[in-house]
């Protein structure tokens, strides 16, 4: 007869995880077991043996799995890998599939290459999202690579699981750009806060508003007043004011409220294609859509085109004046719409004698259009509306 006791037991077993869970109970039942073996035949002892080190084994090993560790790793990327027509102010994104040690995400484990060349630019990270924005526009039609390296590490210390490389190419301008939504102001061909003031005669077609300042802010039109609004033969629409009856107090608040809006919109797009195109002196010039950005004034001493499609932007920043001189057309080709042609200026916005502008005037300071001079777009001032025997046209 084969006799075995616990410790020899213990010794056949030679299973690392039985001695790792609470030994003193097991001991206690395999001491139990082997009392109720004793009393078999010793084939049967040795098969009810067996049968004991096995189960024993087995549940130990299910007990206390190992914990698995996550590799961090690159989710998406906007634009997506291989895109095409993407806008040339674009910047560029990376989404982790946990939160990184932002101090490794840097311009140097994060890259955007032209070819052999290195965009510079400035690198930004934010819960499990890196941004790259290049220093400057993009080259239109031409191919991008990101690139995204392993010396990114989660805040456990362990690297990105691989290298990611991904690639998209340029479109041939930045017309990308969307429109600027004008909000309630898209309802008034003249939009003021302080005044509207007309020399007749001229011929306005579209809605005109004026809020906070009252009807009487109104001159030169001769009005007709009715409930909620006035009328004038030198305006095919509405006029509208503060004090008039209501809906219009509150109609008109929340569209100079949207005015104020869509300028700050203009004024906040990043990355212009175009900075001090001109110096400050744009006339002569055919204007592609895009952005375009100026410090100083801005004159318009001879005509310009604006060309492009019908779906194109044109968003112009200017952080002074925007002067057009007397006789100057502005003309547009290709199908470009006046209603897509924004003109953010922060200071006075002035039309000359007999000039014709076309495009959105979102004007901080106020804008004046000049003896006989005309405007297919809409003029939007957080002050004052000037008119001297114009001709303005909602497009």
């Not at 009487?216 to 095919?236: D, E, M």
Request: proline share 4%.
């Amino acid at each position: 007869m084969i006799e075995l006791n616990s410790s020899a037991l213990f010794k056949i077993a030679g299973d690392k995880n039985i001695l790792s869970n609470s030994l003193k109970d097991k001991r206690m039942e395999i001491k139990s077991t082997l009392f109720k073996i004793g009393k078999l035949p010793t084939r049967i002892k040795l098969l009810a043996l067996c049968s004991v080190l096995m189960i024993a084994g087995c549940k130990n090993k299910n007990s206390d799995p190992s914990p698995q560790s996550t590799v961090p790793t690159v989710t998406a990327t906007s634009p997506a890998n291989l895109a095409t027509g993407v806008s040339r102010n674009t910047a560029i994104s990376i989404s982790f599939n946990e939160a990184m040690n932002p101090s490794t995400v840097n311009s140097s484990t994060v890259t955007l290459m032209l070819g052999n060349t290195a965009i510079s630019g400035v690198v930004s990270y934010s819960g499990t999202t890196a941004v790259f924005t290049p220093s400057s526009i993009l080259t239109a039609l031409s191919t991008y690579t990101v690139n995204v390296t392993t010396g990114i590490k989660d805040l456990s210390g362990t690297a990105l699981a691989a290298n990611v490389s991904k690639s998209f190419t340029t479109g041939s301008n930045a017309s990308g750009l969307t429109a600027v939504n004008l909000g309630a102001a898209i309802n008034y061909v003249i939009l003021a806060k302080s005044a509207i003031t007309n020399n007749p005669t001229s011929h306005i077609t579209g809605d005109l508003g004026l809020s906070p300042a009252a009807t009487s802010y109104i001159t030169g039109f001769s009005l007709t007043n009715a409930t909620g609004y006035a009328t004038s033969s030198q305006v095919t629409g509405k006029i509208y004011a503060a004090d008039m009856a209501p809906p219009t107090p509150i109609t008109l608040t929340t569209s100079v409220n949207n005015m104020v809006t869509a300028y700050n919109d203009a004024a906040g797009r990043k990355i212009p294609e175009f900075v001090e195109l001109g110096t400050g002196n744009i006339g002569g010039q055919t204007l592609a859509p895009g952005l375009y950005k100026w410090t100083s004034n801005v004159t318009v001493p001879s005509s310009i085109v604006i060309s492009g499609g019908p779906n194109d932007v044109w968003i112009f920043q200017i952080s002074g004046n925007l002067s057009m001189s007397t006789a100057v057309n502005m003309t547009l080709s290709g199908g470009a719409q006046a209603k897509n042609i924004f003109w953010q200026v922060a200071g006075q916005a002035t039309i000359g004698i007999a000039a014709h502008f076309e495009g959105v005037i979102l004007s901080m300071t106020g804008i004046t259009f000049m003896t006989g001079a005309s405007m297919n777009g809409r003029a939007l001032a957080q002050t004052a509306v000037i008119l001297d025997n114009n001709t303005i046209t909602q497009p």
